[in-house]
C-alpha cells in the first residue's frame, strides 16, 4: 500500500500512525501540543522514536468533547500540516470528519484522511479523497451502542463505508478500516472489538487498531489516561498477533519496541 511517497508492507508488517492533537481539550494530551514549535518537536520527538505516519488532529472527538467550527479546526491543523511535511519525509494523515477540513488539508498535503464516521458523516470527504487520490482510513462508529449482532453488525456497517468510498472513486487500495474502540459501543464490545478485530480481515483490506490510553484500558485498570502505556501497549501486541498493518498509538517508543519484539516472535 502506498501513502504519501512510502510504500508499505502491510501483508507483513504492523505501522505506527504517531497521534498530534493540536487541540486544547484532547482527553489524554489536550494543550501540550496546541502550538506550532510544541507539535513540531513533537513530531519530530515521534519519528525518532519509530513512528511511521503522523496523524494530525484539530477537534477533540472524546466523549463530552466541544465541537468547533470548521475555520476554527482549519486554522489549527493546515499550518501544522504544511510545517511537518516541509520538515520532514514522512507520510501525514488529517483526522476529520468534515468536507471543509478534509479539503484544507489535502491541499496542505496530507496524504491520508483519517475518518470516525468513515464516510457516513459527510459524503463530501469520500469525494475528496478521490479527488486527490489520497489514503483514507474508514472508522467504524455509531451514535448508540445498540446491535443485534454486534460483529456481524460491525462487519455490515464496514461495509457500507467501503461502499461510500468505492461509489466516490476511492480504490480499494487506498483503504484500511479501523474497528472504532471507544466509539458507539459499550465497555464489553471494545474489549471484544480488539479480541475479535481480525473478523475485518474478510473484507480485505488492511486493519488499523486505536486503542491508546482509551477508557477501555483506563476502566479495565483503573487508571488515569497518563498511565495507560501497558496497557496501550498489550493491544497493540494483540494487533500484531491479529494481522492489523497499523496501530494508532500516543506512546511510540514503548508501542515501537513491543511490536518488534511479536514480530521477532511470529518470525516476520
Known amino acids: 500500500m502506498k501513502i504519501g511517497n512510502r510504500d508499505f508492507d502491510i501483508k507483513n508488517k504492523t505501522y505506527i500512525m504517531g497521534i498530534l ?36 488532529g484539530g477537534e477533540s472527538t472524546r ?9 476554527e479546526e482549519i486554522s489549527r ?17 488529517i483526522d476529520t470528519y468534515k468536507g471543509a ?12 484522511v483519517n475518518d470516525i464516521w468513515g464516510f457516513k458523516h459527510d459524503k463530501k470527504v469520500a469525494d475528496l479523497t478521490a479527488q486527490y487520490k489520497a489514503a483514507c482510513c474508514l472508522m467504524h462508529n455509531r451514535h448508540e451502542a445498540v446491535y443485534e449482532d454486534f460483529l456481524s453488525d460491525l462487519v455490515k456497517d464496514m461495509e457500507e463505508c467501503v461502499e461510500i468510498a468505492r461509489k466516490a472513486g476511492v480504490s480499494d487500495d487506498r483503504i484500511i478500516l479501523d474497528p472504532g474502540v471507544g466509539f458507539g ?8 472489538a480488539i479480541h475479535h478485530v481480525d473478523v475485518l480481515h474478510q473484507l480485505g483490506f488492511p486493519i488499523l487498531l ?13 487508571l488515569p489516561a497518563d498511565q495507560r502505556v ?19 498509538v500516543h506512546d511510540i517508543k514503548e508501542n515501537k519496541r513491543a511490536i518488534q519484539m511479536t514480530e521477532a516472535i511470529l518470525g516476520r
Open 21 to 56: 492533537n493540536v487541540t486544547p481539550d484532547s482527553f489524554s494530551d489536550g494543550g501540550k501540543y496546541n502550538h506550532l514549535d510544541a507539535a513540531l518537536f513533537h513530531a519530530e520527538e515521534m519519528l525518532r522514536d519509530g513512528a511511521d505516519i503522523i496523524d494530525i
Open 63 to 71: 466523549p463530552g468533547h466541544t465541537v468547533i467550527t470548521d475555520q
Open 77 to 93: 491543523v493546515v499550518p501544522v500540516i504544511e510545517a511537518v511535511k516541509s520538515r520532514f519525509d514522512v507520510p501525514v494523515s
Open 101 to 112: 477540513v478534509a479539503e484544507a488539508a489535502l491541499k496542505a498535503g496530507a496524504d491520508l
Open 185 to 192: 459501543k459499550t465497555y464489553e464490545m471494545n474489549l471484544e
Open 210 to 222: 486505536g486503542t491508546s490510553r482509551k477508557s477501555v484500558i483506563g476502566l479495565t485498570l483503573d
Open 230 to 248: 501497558e496497557g496501550t501497549v498489550a493491544t497493540t501486541v494483540i494487533g500484531v498477533m491479529k494481522g492489523c498493518a497499523f496501530v494508532r
